[in-house]
């Protein structure tokens, strides 16, 4: 048995006041002088001597105190044979209940913060399921069989296979994965501004049309707006306008000429190693600065087929893929094994001073009816 505090073993000192209490309430015997003693020797008083009464009543007070104390001091008994139960864990996205009747004698839970009985209603969907699946793993005993129900194709999982210290039974169960996102319809529109010429109208034409498949709009001063990539063109600085949305968070391209700044970082280079596309934070926003004109004379790269693909990566970043395959997610053993659980005794301790004070109660009543009889 361990103590988690046990500082609170100094309640232990509470034991003086049912002694001093007992001590105060002893039987007094009232002396009685009549006349015939006056012709009897005077003798030695014998030595009064500490005597405690109702001796079986202090005992169980003292007991009670000690219970009081050691419930202070949180006992744990260690080596206590673990719950070897099977648990089986269920993604929140899948239906519980009809999994269930399966096996219906095993710990089912929800794979979601708490891992609540699966009797309860189901958590939300999105949950990181991987790193659940972490925590679960060190939560259990370390011979519990541990099962957990999957969609099939997985979400919410990290970059790489989960690591347990215990054999899974992995259950992926097959979903409709939700149909990808138009491209042509997820692709952002350029907002042309500034003075553009004929050459670098057309380059701009182009990849616009490669994006979404729709003819680039009219040059205007207004600034872009959600879902827009602002392309100034022009030696002047950005409007007031542009300014304030690039530092809400836009995108703005810009060609300008000139060497590279220290506060920027090249993002794309030519064949000959030549910086291309320079990038530095505005704010909260990227300002993405061409190092030359939209001519294909001025700027090569711009023959390149794969140009329009490589600045639509460089203005709107591809998101991290949202689903894997469940079944080359599987964890994989080898992680450390949770440490033993020990047995909490508050529960019996609780009991126990339930006892005590009971017979306490009934002790010290009967005594005094006994008294007063």
Known sequence: MALLFPLGLLALAAWLVPLLVHLARRQQYAPLE???????????????RVRFDE?????????????????????VLQGSAPDTRAVIA???????????????????RWLAPGFASTDTPAPPAAQPLTSLLRELDQTLPAGAPLTVYVPDPLTGADAQRPRL??????????????????????APRLRLGGAPDAPARRVLDA???AWSGQPL??????????????????????????QAWLEGGGTVLVTQAGTRAPAETVVLRDVQGQAAISERRV????LLRVHGALTPSALPLLEDPAFPR???????????????????????????????QPLDLVPWLLGLIVLLFALERWLATSARRGAQA
């Open 34 to 48: 009549f006349a015939a003693l006056r012709w009897l020797r005077a003798k030695v008083r014998p030595r009064q």
């Open 55 to 75: 001796w079986p009543l202090l005992l169980l007070r003292l007991l009670l105190l000690a219970a009081l104390a050691l419930l202070l001091a949180a006992p």
């Open 90 to 108: 269920v993604a929140p996205a899948l239906d519980a209940a009809a999994l269930r009747a399966q096996q219906p004698e095993a710990d089912w």
């Open 165 to 186: 210290s215990r054999p899974v039974q992995w259950r992926p169960i097959a979903r409709t994965a939700p149909a990808a996102p138009d491209a042509s319809s997820s």
């Open 207 to 209: 990849v616009q049309r």
């Open 217 to 242: 709009a009219a040059a205007t001063d207004a600034a872009p707006v959600q879902g827009e990539i602002g392309v100034w063109v022009s030696a002047a600085p950005l409007p007031p306008t542009w």
């Open 283 to 286: 704010g909260q926003g990227r």
């Open 310 to 340: 490589q600045l639509l990566t460089l203005a709107r970043p591809p998101a991290a893929p949202q689903w894997v395959a469940a079944a080359t997610h599987a964890p994989l053993t080898g992680a450390d094994a949770p440490p033993p």
